[in-house]
């Protein structure tokens, strides 16, 4: 970090371009597949790309001659078609903020969403005003002291209009649209899109997290609420229903506890960090908190322990739903109250099992731990990805 410079963070993207400046489409595809998969030699490019080292060559020349990939390693020589390229992943950086319903939290990511700084704080309040302001002060710490923001990004969960206008988020009470987007945008002088918080982590899980690589997996987040995301054919699942809450309340267990909308079982009910709070309460007679409760059950409490072992159960149940109707491989669990996975291992592998056809390809579940400065990470990857891929 250098010495702190406030007027340097709100340069605008020259020419107020969004994305990659002057390229081609064949040539951006080109430095999105160097991002995603990089360093990649010409020819492992060209095999990629399905064409040939020769037009490989000519769709890359424009990206080293604007420094925004260069060759890295020291065998051979630039033009050797077996130097690797790769982008200059700080030649950009990103903010992103994930918003709660009390609590932002941001962080300072580069070209490829690793985390150089991070910070949070409350909301100033509820009010479109207030949480603009907030986001605003939080971008601005961020990014004190790093060179100007190439994009910024902010997740909540709800819905989300064209990367811009938030049509609905229960968490912040807004009745109405908010133009997010353009509001942040004109408080900050950065570019700056708005996405489901769910999707913003699929999205990084995706391009440089769990899943790098994977053309076809699932994401699950258990927390507050519950999450899904997919990724099918290398692409991500868009909807504008994604922040509704479609997986949420399907039904795990026919004799579990309500949900607020009267499910008896459902996913949410089963899963979510409250409710697992409130099956421990009325066994013990006391609240925990939800880690103590996962502590509980791991030190062998019969409430806490049968309270979170049919919890776990009833994930290996979703995580075969998932798979079977998707056919996906892999399903990431992530989320800020993902420890349940690791705590009702067993429980979760039994309830997979058993929907399950044994037939079938075993199914892998990454446990990727996720708390709040990775959703905010999530949001840095949907800059991103609009900047890389923006024509
Ligand atoms: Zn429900």
Redo the contacts with the bound molecule.
């Keep these: 970090m250098g010495t702190p410079d406030r007027s340097r963070w709100d340069t605008r993207v020259p020419n107020g371009s969004h994305g990659w400046p002057s390229l081609t489409p064949a040539t951006r595809t080109a430095a999105v597949e160097i991002l995603r998969h990089g360093p990649l030699s010409r020819s492992a490019l060209a095999r990629r790309l399905g064409l040939s080292a020769g037009s490989v060559t000519r769709l890359v020349s424009p990206l080293l001659a604007d420094g925004l990939v260069v060759p890295v390693g020291r065998e051979g020589g630039i033009g050797r078609p077996s130097t690797p390229l790769d982008v200059v992943a700080d030649g950009h950086h990103f903010a992103g903020v994930k918003l709660t319903a009390s609590h932002g939290y941001a962080v300072l990511a580069d070209l490829r969403s690793t985390v150089l700084t991070k910070v949070d704080a409350p909301l100033r309040g509820k009010s479109p005003g207030d949480v603009v302001a907030s986001v605003t002060d939080l971008v601005r710490r961020c990014a004190i002291g790093f060179p100007p923001l190439t994009g910024v990004g902010v997740s909540l969960g709800g819905r989300a209009a064209d990367h811009r206008l938030v049509t609905a988020a229960p968490y912040l009470g807004w009745s109405a649209p908010v133009d997010l987007g353009g509001l942040v945008a004109a408080a900050t002088g950065v570019p700056t899109v708005v996405d489901n918080d769910v999707l913003a982590l699929t999205r990084a899980t995706h391009w440089f997290g769990a899943a790098r690589g994977a053309d076809r997996f699932a994401l699950v987040t258990i927390g507050i609420g519950i999450g899904y995301g997919l990724v099918v054919h290398d692409r991500l699942v868009d909807s504008d229903d994604a922040g509704v809450g479609l997986v949420?309340?399907l039904c795990l267990d026919p004799l579990g506890p309500l949900?607020?909308?009267?499910?008896r079982g459902?996913?949410?009910?089963m899963l979510a960090s409250g409710k697992i709070r409130d099956a421990v309460a009325v066994g013990r007679g006391f609240v925990h908190s939800y880690e103590e409760c996962l502590d509980l059950a791991a030190a062998g409490d019969p409430v806490a322990g049968r309270v979170v072992g049919e919890a776990g159960r009833a994930l290996g149940r979703l995580v075969a739903m998932v798979a079977n109707l998707t056919m996906v491989p892999t399903v990431v669990l992530s989320g800020d109250g993902v420890r349940l996975a690791s705590v009702a291992a067993a429980a979760v592998a039994s309830g997979l099992a058993a929907d399950r056809d044994p037939a079938a390809d075993p199914v892998t579940v990454d446990v990727h731990p996720g708390g709040f400065d990775e959703w905010a990470r999530g949001a840095a990857v949907t800059a991103i990805q609009s900047y890389a891929t923006a024509a």
């Design positions: 949420a309340h949900c607020a909308r009267g499910h459902c996913a949410e009910a």
